[in-house]
C-alpha cells in the first residue's frame, strides 16, 4: 500500500506553490492505486479529472480504426494526464492504461479549473507544462519526419534513454518492458523492421535485450544513424 | 497597406476579452507587415514576441541536419505563433516564413506573460489554445503511426481540407500552393510515393491540381483509404 506522504506536495512539479495554494489542492485531490493492466481513463469517455503520478508507469494511447495502438508516450512520477482537457468540453482524447502498478492522485477537472482561474502561480504552472508538452509533440513530429525507418527507431530509442533511462556499468537501461510491435507502433513502422534492425543491433553489440528491456551499450552508434 | 481596423480585438481568439483587457493587449502590441519570402521568427533565435496573424499564410517548421523541412503546419488569421514559448527561458524552438503576405500582431513576451500572469481570462484563453493545440498535435502522430504511405498522403490531404479548404461548385479546394516536395514533408515521406498517389488519383477525378493548388472533387475517396 502507499503511503500517506504520497502527497501532491511531493512531486516536483507542485513545489513553486505555497501552503495555502497546496492545501487547496490536497483538498480536491485523491489518491488512488491502480493495478498493472487495469485502465485508469478511457477514450472517448467524458472529462472528470486530471491525474498526477506518484509512482508506476503509465501508458497513454488512442486506437486506430484498424485497431493498432498510437502510443504518445509512457508516463512517470511527476507527470500529469490527460494535457489537453482543460478549460474544453471535448471527452478523454486518450486512453491510460497501466504498464507498472501505479499510485496517482486524481483532482476533478471542474474544481481543478476554478482553482487555476483563481491563482495565476498554478495557472502559469500549467501553461509552462502545457508549452513543453507541444515542445515534445513537435519533436516527435520531426522524429516521424524522417523518411528513413531505422534512423526513426534510432530517434526513438534515444529519446527513450533520455525520458527513461538508468545509468549501468555497461550502459544505459530504458527501463520499460517493450515488445518489438510496441516499438513499432511508437516509430509508426512494421514489427519486421523494429526485428531487423534490433537484430543487428544486437549482433554488432550496440544493444542487448534483458527481460524486454534494451539496454543500450553504445549510445554513440545510435547517433550515427542520425548523421 | 493594412488599415487601422487589423486590431487584436478583431481576432476571434480574443473576443471573450472585456475592454480594459483588449486596451491593455493594445497597448503592448504592435502590427507588422511582412512580404512572402520574409522570416518573422528563427529557429534558434532568443525569445522576443509572440504573433498573432491578422492575414496572410505563415508556414512554421524546422529543419533537420539532412537540411530536410520539418513542417508543422500553415497557419492564417485568428491563429497565434510559436506555441510553446510561454514561462520557458528557450528559444524559439520554430522558424516562421511568410507564405503569403502577412500582417500580424507582435506582443513582446515577457509584457504579455505579465498581462497572464494578472488576467485570469486571458490565462485561461491560452490554457484553452494550448490544450487545443495539444489535441491537434497528437492528431498529427496518430496519422504518422499508420504504416501505409498512401493513407498518410490520404490523411494529411483531409485535415488540410479541414483548414484550408474553400468550398466550390465541384470539390473543395486547398487554398494553398504546394510542392510535391512539401506534402512529402508533411505526410514524413518521399517526394516519389507523393508523385505516384497524386498522379493515381488525378487519373480517378479524386482530385485536379491548379496553380499548385490541390481540389478534392471526391473527399468520400480520400476516406476510403482510411477504412
Redesign the interface.
Known amino acids: 500500500m502507499h503511503s500517506n506522504k504520497q502527497t501532491l506536495s511531493s512531486l516536483s512539479m507542485f513545489q513553486a506553490l505555497d501552503k495555502t495554494e497546496m492545501d487547496k489542492l490536497e483538498n480536491i485531490s485523491n489518491i488512488q492505486l491502480f493495478s498493472k493492466k487495469s485502465h485508469i481513463i478511457m477514450e472517448g469517455d467524458s472529462r472528470d479529472a486530471v491525474y498526477f503520478i506518484h509512482s508506476g508507469i503509465v501508458k497513454i494511447y ?1 486506437v ?2 484498424l485497431g ?1 495502438e ?1 502510443i ?1 508516450h509512457y508516463l512517470r512520477k511527476d507527470s500529469m494526464f490527460p ?6 468540453d ?1 471527452p478523454y ?2 486512453t491510460a492504461e497501466v504498464v507498472e502498478d501505479a499510485v496517482v492522485s486524481a483532482l476533478p477537472i471542474q474544481a481543478f479549473e476554478q482553482l ?3 491563482n ?1 502561480e498554478l ?2 504552472y ?3 507544462i ?6 515534445l ?2 519533436n ?3 522524429e ?4 528513413d525507418v531505422n534512423l526513426r527507431i534510432a530517434s526513438l530509442l534515444i529519446r527513450l534513454t533520455e525520458e527513461h533511462g538508468i545509468r549501468h556499468r555497461n550502459g544505459i537501461l530504458i527501463n520499460l518492458q517493450l515488445t518489438h510491435q510496441e516499438v513499432a ?1 511508437m516509430a ?3 514489427r519486421e523492421s523494429v526485428n531487423r534492425l534490433l537484430n543487428q543491433l544486437k549482433k554488432n553489440k550496440t544493444i542487448s535485450i534483458h527481460n524486454r528491456k534494451i539496454m543500450i551499450h553504445q549510445i554513440a552508434d545510435l547517433h550515427h544513424f ?2
Chains 1, 2 share one sequence.
Open positions: 488512442t486506430d480504426v493498432n498510437n504518445i494535457y489537453s482537457i482543460f478549460f474544453v471535448d482524447p486518450v487555476l482561474f483563481e495565476a495557472a502559469k500549467i501553461i509552462q502545457l508549452s513543453q508538452r507541444i515542445h509533440l513537435n516527435r513530429i520531426r516521424f519526419c524522417a523518411n507502433y509508426g513502422t512494421t542520425l548523421l
